[in-house]
Each structure stands twice: as structure tokens, then as C-alpha cells.
């Protein structure tokens, strides 16, 4: 065998095994990029629904403290406690859109959203909340069970 040959020889075997490192390394570089980026929205994910959860519960003690405030002699003023509730319950509702996470803890923010508006139009007008006040039960319950079980799930 020449000279020539075992060069050539020698050239070809580390451009292959440089080619193969290179792909090899390509392919766990990717696995790696795409493990973190599924860990980072999983946990994107776990903190939105411990927001909503706590989103509920909130909702639920706004609207207590709003409607018990002539017995506690607060000065709270139902404007002041809803709308910005409402925002933030529309804007975690929105922001749940894009991340994907259950419709049905999104529609309950965005039903907590509107249950608040309603009451606000209805305190203006004098009528009974109490219709207001049922539905909303069932949804804070719903947003609080489907949410913490989701949380769980991504821990």
C-alpha cells in the first residue's frame, strides 16, 4: 500500500468519524433544547393554574366582602373590588388561551368575568343578586377542582 493510500485512508476515516460526531451531537443537542423547552411550559402551565385557582378564590372573596359590607361597615365600593377582578380574570383567561391549558378552567375565568359584570349592572339597578350568586358558586368550584388537579398533574 502507498503513501498515498494510507493518507487517503486516514482522511476519509476522520472526515466520517468527525461527520458522525457532528450528527450525533446535532441530535442530543435537539433532544436536549426540546426537553427544556417541554419542561419550561410545563411549568408555565403548573403556575397558570395555581393563578386561576387562586383567581377564583379571590373572586369569591371580593364578591363576600362586596356583598357583606353594610354588615362589617366597610367602604367598599363594588367597582372599585370588580373591575379590576374582572380584568385580571379576562386577561388569565386569555393568556390560558395561548398556552393551550384546559378549556374548561378558561371558560370559568372568562363565566367569573361576566358574573361579576352582571352583578355590578344589577347592584345599579336595585334587583336581587341572588341569581348572580348560584350560578357562580358552582363555577369558582369547578375553576378551583380542574385547575388544582391540573397543577398536580404537572408536578
Known amino acids: 500500500m502507498s503513501i498515498e493510500a494510507s493518507v487517503f485512508g486516514a482522511l476519509t476515516g476522520a472526515v466520517a468519524g468527525g461527520l458522525i460526531s457532528y450528527f450525533v451531537s446535532s441530535k442530543v443537542a435537539k433532544k436536549q433544547a426540546k426537553t427544556q423547552y417541554n419542561y419550561q411550559i410545563q411549568r408555565t402551565r403548573h403556575d397558570w393554574y395555581t393563578q386561576a385557582n387562586t383567581l377564583a378564590e379571590l373572586t369569591e372573596h371580593d364578591w363576600y366582602d362586596v356583598m ?3 354588615e362589617v361597615d366597610q367602604e367598599t365600593q363594588p367597582a372599585d373590588r370588580f373591575i379590576p377582578r374582572i380584568e385580571e380574570l379576562r386577561n388569565h ?6 398556552l393551550d391549558v384546559n378549556g374548561d378552567v378558561v371558560d370559568g375565568l372568562e363565566q367569573l368575568a361576566a358574573d361579576l359584570s352582571a352583578a355590578l349592572t344589577v347592584m345599579g339597578s336595585g334587583d336581587d343578586l341572588w341569581m348572580i350568586e348560584h350560578e357562580m358558586h358552582p363555577v369558582i368550584d369547578q375553576v378551583r377542582e380542574k385547575a388544582t388537579q391540573r397543577a398536580t398533574e404537572l408536578e
Not at 383567561?93 to 395561548?98: E, P, V
Open 68 to 70: 357583606n359590607q353594610s
Open 93 to 98: 383567561a386569555a393568556r390560558g388561551k395561548s
